[in-house]
């Protein structure tokens, strides 16, 4: 190890004392057919596969001095190779980034830089050809450090692969922007860097990771190191040659580097500077010299750490990974109650997804009803029709595919269907009155223990309940569409709803593998309550005179996953009306009815846009019936309006008391309406900017959560 890198790695380990510590143990065999004695390091941080192998600045020193060990053997002729594995499921899974979240200074973050590349390089620089083994999981620094060695082989096992970084507002810093395209070709590396991480994250399995060329051998999980070692002692005696493609360093490369950015403007607009770093090495790593490339790996990483994004990426990043899996509020889990069987009270749409999803998630009796034998025969058709999908794609075998089908039926007579059901959830149409009716009905023949859930997006559960002999059994259980899709659960506590019932609710949430957030009884609850105030500050300033354009384009840098009247169309015209008319009921002072938007539905326009030349451009009949006024805003002034009307509703959320904390209204939006990660969802966007400060006189987080500390 030479000094510096000690020096390093002992100053980054300081500010960092409760790393997670990983072993690097060396370990010598024999590999087969006589090739000779190998050198084994295998990543392990003593926890099972729950807690996966990280790479902190200690056990960065750890390996530093397992490769010591190596580097001395190979020198004196002792070994022939030298390979890296990791524990049980899991390589390794990059950087600590509860370390990265401590460090105050740029240089102290260009120091875990600096000490990754000096560490990692030496796997190159050793005497003897060196080998990584894809065990198991592997990203960000786990999947650098095997691009450092000669030769990979990967696990058909291996359920998740990536270099997640931009995704988290970091680039891949340990060698992943030099290395890939050098190994891969530039326009597989932009899949795998800046596609795939901007794609929430997409993983590739041990297969892709093969096919892509990362790897140069498949072996089946059950037998992995002992068929990898076998192909290791082959290539060492020349029986089996690597080749690799040649890679184009020509306009292709150019080319890859520009559909990257086009990517990029996409899906952040400019607004995240994580994923324009990373190609902007990838674009420099051209040339292939890998020393250049490390140096710019390491200033960008360094610069990024210190910045605003990183810091709301790896905040949104716990907030998904553990606020998410131990919801605020939750009663104690061991009041709930089992569910053996689910009534699902409709079969429209949204009534056969959740059908589905219970069936899917819960396997057991799933019954829908409806007001007539057609419509219940469509709801149960539907389920049957996405079951053979669910085959035909190989996701699940016949006999489950025949038992899931054999569980869910329809009936009318909801005596018949409900009497032994133990959790009844409706998803009939968005009125009060017929809410009351159907809960009623549920009542007179569901057992006395059942709980009754609503889906509605933002009527009182507590009125809904309200007219029932045991009202305390009604919980708002609020899913966001595509429901396979979307992991929010908005879980709501009606006046009388008892702790039993909430818990059997957070139960259900958990087995349905939903995010799942405790949300009071408040119109609209979370999601639809901002993202209502934000979409009609934007119809405020159309109707008053600002051109639609304008007013779109004035918070593309957001990143949003979209615009707002592309999401109004997605929502639906006629729900985000109800939605409003609801809302400005309530709160007559901030919610507005947009007449615009009363027009386009009353014509029965899908939304504002025609798609005829592939892009979304103004519907003419739908600009023939917008009647605006004369106040036409800028870009800049729009955004500041809509800010500013999405900070104060968030204040009076928070001090109405409708969620624990502004936790979870970044919770309930990263994970029901798709906000981005680098924004942390909105919160410590509207922090950062001096929103928060502006309209409401405080800061909604403290200082250094979500943001450098001071």
């Known amino acids: 190890m030479s000094t510096t890198t000690a020096e390093l790695l002992k100053g980054a380990a300081e500010l960092f004392p409760d790393e997670v510590v990983t072993q690097a143990h060396v370990r010598h065999l024999d590999l087969p057919f006589g090739a000779g004695r190998f050198a084994l390091i295998t990543l392990d941080n003593g926890f099972d596969h729950t807690k996966p192998t990280t790479f902190g600045p200690q056990s960065l020193a750890n390996l530093d001095l397992a490769i010591d060990q190596v580097e001395k053997e190979a020198a004196a002729g002792e070994i022939v190779g030298a390979g890296v594995t990791g524990k049980p499921f899991i390589f390794a899974v990059g950087a600590d980034l509860k370390g990265v979240e ?44 095997g691009l450092h060695c000669r030769y990979r082989t990967v696990s058909a096992a291996l359920p998740a692969f990536s270099l997640p970084e931009v995704f988290l507002g970091l680039v891949p810093g340990w060698g992943g922007c030099t290395l890939l395209p050098n190994l891969i070709g530039a326009d597989k590396a932009v899949s795998v860097i800046i596609e795939n991480s901007l794609n929430q994250n997409k993983q590739l399995k041990g297969v892709q990771v093969y096919e892509l060329g990362i790897a140069d051998a498949l072996f089946e999980g059950a037998d992995f190191l002992e068929q990898s070692l076998i192909w290791t002692a082959s290539v060492l005696k020349g029986e089996i040659v690597v080749d690799r493609p040649v890679i184009d360093r020509g306009e292709a490369w150019d080319q890859a580097v520009a559909r990257g950015r086009f990517v990029a403007d996409s899906k952040v607009h400019g607004a995240a500077p994580a994923a324009y770093r990373a190609l902007d090495i ?16 390491d200033v960008a990483l360094a610069d990024l750490i210190m910045g605003g994004e990183l810091r709301s990426g790896i905040y949104a990043f716990n907030l998904v990974q553990k606020r998410g899996k131990r919801p605020a509020g939750a009663p104690d889990k061991s009041l709930a109650r089992p569910v053996t069987k ?17 069936l899917r998630r819960l396997e057991v009796p799933v019954v829908l009803t409806d007001i007539d034998q057609e419509r219940v025969d469509k709801g149960v058709g539907y389920v049957h029709a996405e079951i053979d999908k669910l085959l035909g794609k190989g996701r699940i075998n016949q006999d489950k595919a025949n038992r899931l089908k054999a569980l869910v039926s329809g009936v009318l007579d909801k005596a018949e269907g409900f009497s032994d059901a133990d959790f009844v959830i409706e998803a009939v149409f968005e009125e009060i009155g017929v809410k009351q009716q159907v809960f009623a009905e549920v009542e007179a023949v569901a057992p006395a223990h059942a709980i009754f859930a609503t889906n509605t997006s933002s009527l009182s559960v507590s009125e809904m309940a309200s007219k029932l002999k045991h009202p305390e059994r009604v919980v708002g259980f609020h899913f966001f569409n595509p ?38 009884d408040a119109p609209a609850f979370v999601v639809n309550r901002i993202l209502t105030r934000f979409m009609g500050e934007v119809q405020n300033v159309i109707d008053e005179g600002t051109p639609v354009e304008v007013a779109e384009k004035a918070v593309e840098p957001l990143g949003l996953p979209m615009s707002p009247l592309v999401l109004l169309e997605l929502v639906g015209p006629a729900i985000g009306l109800h939605v409003s008319e609801t809302l400005n009921r309530a709160f007559p002072d901030r919610f507005t009815v947009s007449p615009n938007l009363a027009a386009v539905v009353k014509a029965g326009k899908r939304g504002f846009y025609v798609y005829d030349s592939g892009k979304p451009e103004l519907d003419p009949e739908v600009s023939a ?20 009307a999405v900070a104060q509703e968030i204040g009076l959320m928070l001090d109405e008391g409708v969620v624990a904390e502004a936790q979870d209204v970044d919770l309930c939006l990263i994970t029901g309406a798709g906000w981005p990660f680098h924004l942390g969802g909105i919160t410590p966007y509207l922090d950062r900017e001096g929103v928060s400060e502006r309209v409401n006189g405080k800061k909604f987080l403290a200082p250094g959560v979500a943001s450098v500390p001071a």
């Open 483 to 520: 429901v396979a899709i979307l992991p929010l659960l908005e879980i709501v506590r009606g006046e009388q709803t008892d702790d039993a019932s909430l818990a059997t609710a957070f139960a259900v949430a958990k087995k349905l593998k939903k995010t799942a957030v405790l949300v009071k």
């Open 342 to 358: 689910v009534g699902v009270v409709g079969a429209g749409l949204m009534a056969s997804q959740l059908a589905l999803l219970f």
């Open 102 to 145: 401590l460090l105050k200074d740029h240089k102290d973050a260009l120091a875990i830089g600096k000490g990754g590349h000096e560490v990692f390089k030496r796997l190159a620089g050793l005497a003897v050809p060196t080998f990584a083994y894809y065990n198991g999981a592997a990203m960000g620094g786990g999947v650098e450090v």
């Open 282 to 297: 990838i674009a420099a790593a051209k040339n292939g010299d890998l020393q250049q490339g490390y140096d710019a790996e």
């Open 625 to 644: 019936l917008l009647q605006q006024g004369d106040s036409v805003l800028t870009e800049e002034q729009v955004r500041a309006r809509v800010l500013d």
